[in-house]
């Protein structure tokens, strides 16, 4: 039995969700598609007139949602009715690490996977594919499959569950979505699969569409994401080295990079990974390996995650180091705060922890970020602002601008590389920091060759290349 799919729906609209189904709907204007939300502002900020409100930035997105939206993509709050008119349901809903009872701190909690079945359950008519696109453990289709099996109100309803598990990046993901590496589908029903893959046909070629196993394609996802951060931290181990050596990390980097075998992606050291993703999946699979007995395993990947901290303490404790081993009410300049450039995600950010570790110490920080919310970076550091005597004594400043982030600043500390900062003057800028000034490159943004004059008490200290 072929399938037809004419309206798809898509339960959560949040950084993968949102962009997925916009490129969805702009590829395949005869489907109809509909994106549904618990979080009612969420819901009417991607309905927002201004599309610079959009919850999600991504470059390019934008314009998507002003061709496609009311037109055949729409986000709403109806959940149920969404779901009933639809012959294709993804899930993309967050799974967080657990935070209490069995497997806290590793396991992820699948309670909205869960919600999102028991929705379709009661709510679906007909045949109806769900898709996961939510990174999940492997054999949560398992769960998925005994939710639709066991709550489904109408007993004319049927259901095929597929994984399909989404790779884009944040900051790339149009692109990522139009031009995918692959797209995975794995699943136990062939028709299904061929309904989802001639979706993906409208715009991606025949030999880039994997057909898998659904316990495969689960697991593919989890591994993809540990074997990228893996690269990470082996790259900012090597940094610590070349900084007591006196070895370059970019020399280095494009050195072991032109190795056909290693290839020259992902391997820029930084302050460590951040995301929604990379730490979170690690810990899964790591409680998936000791679920299974596989201890030495486990702490293979444990190890990835420990240099990611490490990396972020040895960047923090450096920094006090170098200001004469004393932060206190001296001011620190942050330049960027989202986990990489060209979102405005802060999840798990190596900001984060570079701050609160600095604001421990007794410093102020004034922070800028061209698309991050003030209040966002409030609310990710909220422990931590105020001063110990007066309660209401905020220790950080939120800054509209560079210029008016260096202001008598002893130190910058730049954390993303937004390209905004690849253009800085620091020869003038500098003049307004107090002296002597520090600025540490956590992200290889000041070039060698910029020459920068040290002579008026600035000093520049780069990752990974710098051992004074
Ligand atoms: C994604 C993936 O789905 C997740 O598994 C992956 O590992 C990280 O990236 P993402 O889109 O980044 O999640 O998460 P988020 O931006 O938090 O969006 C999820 C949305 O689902 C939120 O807007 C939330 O309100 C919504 N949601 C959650 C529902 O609509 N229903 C629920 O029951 C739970
Ligand atoms: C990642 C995966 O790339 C993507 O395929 C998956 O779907 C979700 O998780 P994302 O977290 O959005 O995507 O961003 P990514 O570009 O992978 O960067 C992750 C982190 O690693 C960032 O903090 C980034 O700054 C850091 N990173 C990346 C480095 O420090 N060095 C690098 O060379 C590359």
Redesign the pocket.
Known sequence: MTFKVKTICC????????PTMAIIADRCPELMVLV????KQ?ISDWNNKDLSKL??YEPGLSEIIERCRNKNLFFTTK?MESIKKSDMVF?????PTKEYGLGAGEA?DL???E??AR?IASAAEGHTIVVE????PVKTAEVIKKILASNQKKSTSTFSVLSSP?FLA?GNAIEDLENPSRVLIGGECTDAIEALANIYLKWVKKEKILKTNIWSSELS?LSA?AFLAQRVSSINSISALCEKTGANINEVSEAIGMDDRIGAKFLNSGPGFG???FK??ILNLIYICKYYGLHEAAIYWENVIKINEWQQKRISDLVVNKLFGTVIDKTIGILGFSFKANTN?T?ESPAINICKNLLEEGAFLNIYDPKVEGDKIKNNLKEVIFTSNKKNHLKISIMASVNELVKNCDAIIILTEWDEFKSIDWSNLSKSMRSPSWIFDCRDIIKEDENIPTDNGLNIWKLGCDRK
């Open positions: 339960i959560g609209a949040g950084y993968v969700g949102g549904v939300d618990i979080n969420k919850p999600v959940i899930i993309s809903v967050n799974t992820s309670r909205y996977i919600n999102s929705e696109k939510s990174t999940i989404e944040e996802k994401n995301g929604s993703c979170k999946d995600d999840r």
